[in-house]
């Protein structure tokens, strides 16, 4: 199996842990949102953790995974590229299994959307507003503590949505400049930064631990 490179102790023992539990249980089938975005960095690094990976391209795909992560992308072209019944069927997946959604992916999963307003999933108790930190030109890589403790985590943001609000059911796992960064309410998850395109594994991790958990 394909490992990433320069891992530190932690980001080794999160892949190995990962692939123990994704070997000992039956085996989970993750989807990725493949309409539009960076789809194929999430798809290696969730290989790269042992677990079984589907490109979802169509609605009827959601009936065959067992969690989802949404990549970034451009949100407004995700709602457009769904469609009324893909949106449905997503709305519906969102409410019952394990998702993930980064950058784009956590605007399409947020209860309130801004600039532009944009209608979301409400699956996470949030409001987002997105491009708040500038155009592409300033994107950005940062280094922080999160919840995972230990080695702080690498956050590559680009044209990154700022959580301006988050209600009391929403964990916040890690934050830029007191704004959260990395939430997760219940079953689901968000990040604004883009944890595929750093070499740390633990975000993900942590998602399929989600997932094999199955936790509320
Ligand atoms: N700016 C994008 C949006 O509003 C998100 C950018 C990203 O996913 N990298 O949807």
């Known amino acids: 199996m394909h490992k990433p490179a320069l891992l530190s102790g932690q980001q080794r023992k999160a892949t190995s842990e990962c692939e ?34 589907v490109l979802v391209r169509k609605p009827g795909q959601l009936d065959e995974i067992d969690a989802l992560v949404i990549p970034g992308g451009e949100s407004s072209a995700f709602l457009k590229l769904l469609g009324e019944d893909g949106l449905g069927k997503l709305n519906d997946f969102v409410r019952s299994k394990p998702t993930f959604g980064t950058c784009a992916g956590a605007i399409v999963l947020a209860r309130r959307v801004e600039n532009p307003h944009q209608s979301g999933l409400s699956a996470i108790d949030m409001t987002i507003r997105r491009n708040a930190y500038g155009r592409q030109i300033d994107s950005l890589i940062l280094e922080s503590v999160s919840a995972l403790g230990g080695d702080p985590l690498e956050m590559v943001f680009i044209r990154a949505p700022r959580i301006e609000s988050v209600g009391t059911g929403v964990k916040v796992l890690a934050t830029r400049d007191d704004h959260p960064v990395w939430v997760r309410q219940g079953r689901v998850m968000a990040a604004t930064f883009h944890p595929e395109l750093s070499s740390d594994p633990r975000v993900h991790a942590e998602f399929l631990k989600l997932a094999s958990n199955g936790e509320d």
């Open 20 to 53: 123990r539990r994704m070997g000992a249980s039956s085996p989970m089938t993750i989807g990725v949102l493949a309409l539009q975005g960076d789809f194929d960095a999430h798809r290696r690094r969730l290989e790269e953790l042992g677990a079984a990976v």
